[in-house]
């Protein structure tokens, strides 16, 4: 009988956890005590049950997670005299539906997870039942039928008394009591294996024991058989199937035993037989939802597991098969979910893994459900690549065709990532790791396809995750710093300023370029704080330059130049934080200049235009970066609040061979020309011979930087560079 569950905030959250134990054993005593053959009140029983509860709460919650206190449990069961049929039955009930409610509180684990670790208690709470039931009812049925043997023994030399005790007792026995001869010919069975066996006594009673060879048998069955007719065992026991007349199979829990004469030599076995199907039955089902996915029938990831770890184990002769893994992950499913509903989206899964089915066609081949929008399919005994190429392209024809739900025609795509190898060399996790990293790799590629693992692209993507998880706390560990490059006068070769490069000094990689991290931090929005800092520090460095190195005459202080990044951009507080780094450092913004890229600013509109604007009104140079790379509108440059170009230097590469390409010598003069016309200046990345940096000059180019003057470094060789002077 069971009690009405309680919705979430009642009493079954409010109570302590074990206030909420001693409600779910009182549920349990409340549900099997009118079938408990036992002298106990209902309150003392109760009190029986309560360990047996605290030891399923704690194996719902344990970790690592183990299901041997919940034989326990129902091995318990069994002491209390719960031996009625129905007892197992609605104790498995109530751990069914009150276990996860009245004891899953740990906030680590989710719904699904409690409920799978239930399903498998349940499974291994019926199997302790099952044994301790079995062990008392063989060691009673044994002695019994031990004694009644003796007896008959007797009875034929002395008392015919001793014949009707031993029938009493075969009879009536609960459990299937058969007895055969050495040459393993049935002798004598009772009515209870005979109705086991399909209710005809002749069909069991005329045949041999060799007959009942089972697909399902392991060799070690029939070698424990020939061992104790042989003598050289007392008794095996085992789980055996055996087909009946009709074809359905039973399956028991055999005990048999060596019986002897008065001379100590073997004469007949004795074979106890306990009708387990129901059991296994249920044993089955609990396995089914413990490793099958609820929404799409597919196997889960416990089962995929399973099966890919089977795949990978080196093989017993040392040569080991080969196997191919497609990762799918469906390409804007998100999107369905939350436009059209998750009901929507659960049943485009069923649809999608029902043609994912009808894919793996071959008896080596798997699909599997790993949870949301990600499947995989395992094929093993491949021939290569090709195999599970063919495998993937199939997955995607299967994909091609739209899937209807309720009148709408959903498109369907994937990202499949591939790996192929030889079992025996790689873990499951490290196959499961490389097509996951792979998968993503079809997805970033444009979706809709599928693509090769390569252990170099899993290494760089190791990387990556490694360097974007250790940037939160580089900042703080102070791994990073600026080195600065010159930016020179084309005219005089004097040092106009520098522009700052940041880089980080990882512990384990090295010095990283901002190439290899910056597009990390990017995608964390670490970019805000790290890009404050180089500010900041930028600033700071710029004042330092003019106090500790005056510079009479010249046209102006040392610049600083800092690139902005497109989230920073974005920031609300661009302008506030640009005021008050240039404040608390005391530096004028005539001194500082944001570079931007040309990319960032393309289509941009006046709510993104208007913090450069004001920083631009308050003395701040913008810079123009990369210049040419955007394909922007030429025209538009009248509407940026920009004052500087800086010239990507794929316009000016060219200028380092001999003869110059006049073409490139044209593009870049009408660059300059347009430039100055919108009174620009105009900066050359990229320098590198002293010929290119005549030929710019006489384009009237006003700046340049690149190793021709000087490599990006240390703050303080900027100071002897402007001594030096870089020409």
């Not at 069994?78 to 069914?96: E, F, I, K, W, Y």
Request: some cysteine.
């Amino acid at each position: 009988m069971k009690e009405p569950s309680q919705p979430s905030g009642t009493t079954a959250e409010a109570d302590g956890p074990e206030d909420r134990l001693r409600r779910f054993a009182t549920i349990w005593s409340r549900a099997i005590f009118p079938v408990t053959a036992t002298s106990l009140t209902r309150t003392e029983f109760e009190g029986h049950l309560l360990p047996l509860a605290r030891l399923l709460s704690g194996a719902l919650l344990a970790r690592p997670f183990d299901t041997a206190p919940a034989q326990r449990a129902g091995a318990g069961l069994v002491d209390a005299h719960c031996t009625d049929p129905d007892a197992l039955g609605r104790s498995l009930g109530v751990v069914d539906s009150y276990l996860v409610l009245y004891c899953g509180t740990d906030p680590e684990l989710t719904g699904d997870e409690l409920r799978a670790r239930c399903a498998r208690l349940q499974h291994a709470m019926a199997t302790g039942y099952a044994q301790a039931l079995r062990e008392r009812t063989r060691t009673e049925q044994e002695s019994i039928a031990r004694s009644a043997l003796s007896a008959r023994s007797a009875a034929e030399i002395a008392l015919h008394a001793t014949e009707s005790r031993f029938r009493a007792v075969f009879d009536g026995a609960a459990i299937g009591i058969g007895i055969a001869d050495l040459d393993g010919r049935v002798v004598e069975v009772n009515d209870t294996m005979t109705r086991m066996f399909g209710g005809v006594e002749a069909q069991v009673r005329s045949r041999n024991v060799s007959e009942w060879v089972h697909p399902e048998d392991g060799p070690h069955v029939w070698r424990l058989y020939e061992e104790l007719v042989r003598g050289e065992r007392e008794q095996y026991r085992v789980e055996k199937p055996y087909y009946r007349s009709d074809g359905t199979v039973l399956w028991t829990n055999l005990t048999v035993s060596l019986l002897r004469d008065a001379d100590g030599r073997p004469q007949y076995q004795l074979a106890l037989m306990e009708d387990i199907t129901e059991r296994r039955l249920l044993h089955l089902r609990l396995r089914y939802e413990a490793t099958h996915d609820a929404l799409t029938g597919l196997p889960n990831r416990t089962l995929f597991f399973e099966r890919l770890e089977k795949a990978l184990a080196p093989g017993p002769s040392g040569e080991n098969g080969r196997f191919g893994l497609c990762y799918l992950d469906l390409d804007g499913f998100k999107a369905i979910n939350d436009s059209l509903g998750h009901s929507v989206g659960d049943r485009l899964l069923v649809e999608v893994a029902d043609r994912l089915q009808a894919c793996v066609t071959g008896p080596n081949e798997m699909v599997a459900r790993l949870g949301g929008d990600e499947f995989v399919a395992l094929t093993t005994g491949t021939g290569g690549e090709r195999d599970a190429a063919a495998l993937a392209d199939r997955i995607l024809a299967a994909l091609a065709t739209p899937v209807g739900v309720d009148g709408r025609e959903l498109a369907v795509r994937g990202s499949l990532g591939v790996v192929e190898g030889p079992a025996g060399e790689r873990t499951a996790a490290e196959v499961l790791r490389s097509a996951d990293i792979t998968m993503y790799r079809a997805k970033s590629a444009g979706g809709n396809r599928f693509e090769l693992a390569d252990p170099e692209a899993d290494a760089r993507a190791i990387t990556r995750h490694g360097l974007t998880t250790a940037l939160p706390t580089a900042l703080e560990r102070g791994e990073f710093f600026i080195e600065y490059q010159p930016l020179v006068h084309l005219d005089d070769g004097s040092v106009h300023g520098a522009e700052a490069l940041v880089r980080w000094s990882h512990p384990q990689h090295g010095v990283l370029g901002p190439d290899r991290f910056i597009p990390l931090a990017e995608d964390t929005g670490l970019i805000v704080p790290l890009g404050r800092w180089v500010l900041q520090e930028a600033v700071r460095q710029a004042r330092s330059w003019q106090l500790d190195t005056p510079r009479p005459g010249a046209a102006g202080p040392l610049r600083v130049n800092v690139n902005l990044s497109p989230t920073q951009l974005h920031h609300p507080r661009l302008v506030a934080d640009t005021v008050d780094v240039l404040e608390r450092a005391g530096l004028e913004p005539g001194a500082l200049c944001l570079e931007v890229t040309e990319s960032a600013l393309i289509g941009a509109d006046e709510g993104l235009l208007k913090p450069l604007r004001q920083l631009a009104e308050m003395g701040v140079d913008i810079a123009l970066d990369d210049f040419g790379t955007g394909y922007s509108n030429l025209a538009n440059l009248r509407r940026l609040p920009v004052s500087i170009l800086k010239l990507d230097r794929s316009f000016t590469r060219g200028m380092q061979q001999h003869p110059v390409d006049p073409v490139d010598l044209k593009i870049v003069e009408g660059i300059v020309s347009l430039a100055h016309s919108l009174e620009l200046a105009v900066t050359v990345e990229g320098v590198e011979t002293a010929a290119q940096a005549e030929r710019l000059r006489e384009l009237g180019c006003d700046t340049a930087q690149g190793w021709y003057y000087a490599r990006p470094g240390a703050p303080d060789r900027i100071h002897s560079l402007v001594l030096a002077d870089a020409v």
